[in-house]
T-cell receptor, first 115, second 115 residues
Framework: AQSVTQLDSHVSVSEGTPVLLRCNYS??????LFWYVQHPNKGLQLLLK??????LVKGINGFEAEFKKSETSFHLTKPSAHMSDAAEYFC?????????????FGTGTSLTVIP | KAGVTQTPRYLIKTRGQQVTLSCSPI?????VSWYQQTPGQGLQFLFE???????NKGNFPGRFSGRQFSNSRSEMNVSTLELGDSALYLC??????????????FGSGTRLTVV
């Protein structure tokens, strides 16, 4: 079985300071991991994905995430927050070999950026 | 290129009615999946269609059904609506089945309100 735990439901940072959104996963196999962002009243946009290549994954808008198998973590980071980063962020795990073609979403982390 | 298009954007229905939601995937994408997003349950997988066949189904009652047409467009139907069906319904498309490799592209969703 697979699951995702986003450790913080809300994160507030000041503009220009680093962002850290934490995600731990559970998977019986070798998972694929994703981060998606959702702005208000919008669909989800893919930020980045890990699919067993390099463990440090770079995404759009300056975000990156590091896959750490020993810690079963896939934390999302950004060196300097921008006001436009304020949104809901979802960590997602998937494994085609487990239960088929579905994503398991975390409960989301709401990021607030303070001017 | 056009993204994933969902229609309508907003719907208000009465308990007991039925509703049909439509999703047009990115041109060339053959996999379409549906997700329900609610504040209480988060994002939950409904089903996936690939080449007009349902590949996987989430844990939802039989009132929720879907289909995919030969042009990959998909519809989702909910019969005998309940208040708890109020949600944002998101459609996602992928080039092939197995979004863990390719990732999903999401539409902006249909906001269904049941009164």
């Amino acid at each position: 079985a697979q699951s995702v735990t986003q450790l913080d439901s809300h994160v507030s940072v000041s503009e220009g300071t680093p962002v850290l959104l934490r995600c731990n996963y559970s998977s019986s196999y070798s998972p694929s991991l994703f981060w998606y962002v959702q702005h208000p009243n919008k669909g989800l946009q893919l930020l980045l994905k890990y699919t067993s290549a390099a463990t440090l994954v770079k995404g759009i808008n300056g975000f990156e995430a590091e896959f750490k198998k020993s810690e079963t973590s896939f934390h999302l980071t950004k060196p300097s927050a921008h006001m436009s980063d304020a949104a809901e962020y979802f960590c997602v795990v998937s494994d085609l070999r487990d239960t088929g073609n579905q994503f398991y979403f975390g409960t989301g982390t709401s990021l607030t950026v303070i001017p | 290129k056009a993204g994933v298009t969902q229609t309508p954007r907003y719907l208000i229905k009465t308990r007991g009615q039925q509703v049909t939601l439509s999703c047009s995937p990115i041109s060339g994408h053959r996999s379409v999946s549906w997700y329900q997003q609610t504040p209480g349950q988060g994002l939950q997988f409904l089903f996936e269609y690939f080449s007009e066949t349902q590949r996987n189904k989430g844990n939802f009652p039989g009132r929720f059904s879907g289909r995919q047409f030969s042009n990959s467009r998909s519809e989702m139907n909910v019969s005998t609506l309940e208040l708890g069906d109020s949600a944002l319904y998101l459609c996602a498309s992928s080039l092939f089945t197995g979004p863990d490799v390719y990732g999903y592209t999401f539409g902006s969703g249909t906001r269904l309100t049941v009164v």
